[in-house]
């Protein structure tokens, strides 16, 4: 064969927005990594350590004889449940193959080539994916700086201000990954307020039910006032579901209407319907969950300062913490010990690395392993 078929060669076959764009880069190869391992302890990808309410797991098992089946395409008893949990019309919802589906399928449908689309330098991502596989221009507005009252946090105002007749859509991210940096209600609401109508406002609320902050409050509520307004969450955090990949949005029925015209039609599958509604009952689980969360959290970020390593403020279930000059050499090592970070020099964040809060046994490890490498 004299030609190569590589992916350069394929790639100037693709549109223009796809030939440049770089796929997301999910970290480490976590399964190759397990195989090699006798154990690992996984702290790259935020998930939830304690898994899901047992009754999820129950529900997910009852399911199985279904397999044959195709689930629910519009996941009815699903959407029923999470109207009642936000207080919504189930027309306020849309279900996706996880959050990422959704986010993914904004651009698609808002933005293409000769639009704009604005979001925050450390911004989820995912938007930066989503705009460009769109073939949209990406605005990206520069984060808050290290020394601000949250550091490399969202910059509310300068995000408003780079609206254009242009842009068709803006992604935010609160709590933002992977800073982990937050913003409260009066920011919140005076930035919707900021943006025209004609522009989609997306709020990324992936990890609000970590969330302990009082002046934190979830975008729902602004939904009735702002038709323009998006509200994504996911069961892939708090809900411990990462695997079943389900996620959805709360927005205007007529908006979600227009994102619906390209859902795949059997987009989330019936294991995941069943126990993510079983999950939505019990509360005491992500309570629980979240308790523990805030607990280690305050213990990594308290270990950590002892040794003269800064961290972000975070309101998530991970922290970013300031490694310097030798990050990459940690990163490295903390692999020979089986411990997986998350690198973040794809971010533009090379002297960090994001680490998921663990549970106490997973943390006394890392904490055990890191005094080793530090010293
Ligand atoms: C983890 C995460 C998501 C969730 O992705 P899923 O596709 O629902 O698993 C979305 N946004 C942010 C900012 C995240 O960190």
Redesign the pocket.
């Known amino acids: 064969m004299n030609r190569a078929f590589d992916e350069a060669w394929f790639a100037a076959r693709a549109h223009e927005g796809i030939r440049g764009l770089k796929a997301y880069d999910p970290g480490h190869d976590v399964v190759a990594l397990r195989a090699a391992a006798e154990w690992l302890v996984e702290l790259g990808s935020?998930e939830n350590p304690y898994g899901p309410s047992p009754d999820a797991r129950e529900a997910l098992l009852d399911s199985l004889h279904l397999v044959h089946r195709y689930p629910d395409p519009r996941g009815t008893a699903l959407k029923a449940k999470l109207a009642g949990v936000h207080g919504v019309d189930p027309a306020c919802l849309l279900l996706g193959n996880?959050?990422?589906e959704l986010l993914m399928q904004l651009a698609q449908v808002f933005a293409g080539p000769g639009d704009d689309v604005v979001y925050s330098q450390f911004g989820?991502a995912?938007f930066a994916i989503a705009t460009q596989a769109a073939g949209a221009k990406a605005r990206v507005v520069t984060a808050l700086p290290r020394d601000a009252a949250m550091p490399l946090g969202h910059d509310l105002a300068a995000l408003a201000a780079a609206v254009t007749p242009a842009t068709k859509l803006v992604y935010v991210?609160n709590p933002n990954?992977p800073t982990g940096t937050w913003f409260g209600a009066p920011a919140l609401a005076a930035f919707v307020a900021a943006i025209p109508p004609e522009v989609i406002v997306v709020i990324?609320e992936?990890y609000a039910e970590m969330v302990d902050a009082p002046e934190f409050e979830t975008a729902m509520g602004l939904l009735g006032s702002h038709p323009n307004l998006v509200v994504t969450r996911?069961f892939?955090?708090a809900y411990g579901l990462?695997g079943l990949?389900c996620?959805y949005a709360v927005a205007h029925p007529a908006l979600l209407a227009v994102l619906e015209r390209v859902r795949e039609s059997f987009n989330v599958n019936g294991f995941a319907l069943a126990a993510c509604a079983a999950a939505l009952d019990d509360h005491a689980h992500v309570a629980w969950v979240r308790r523990r969360n805030v607990e280690q959290r305050a213990a990594l970020a308290r270990w950590l300062a002892g040794r003269g390593i800064a961290t972000i403020p975070s309101q998530t279930n991970f922290l970013l913490a300031e490694f310097g000059e030798r990050t990459p050499a940690i990163e490295d090592a903390l692999l020979t010990h089986g411990i997986v970070l998350r690198p973040m020099r794809g971010y533009g964040l090379a002297h960090f690395s994001r680490i998921t809060v663990g549970t106490l046994d997973e943390q006394r490890r890392l904490f055990a392993a890191l005094d080793e490498v530090l010293a």
């Open positions: 935020n996880g959050s990422h989820f995912v991210a990954n990324d992936a996911t892939s955090k990462a990949r996620g």
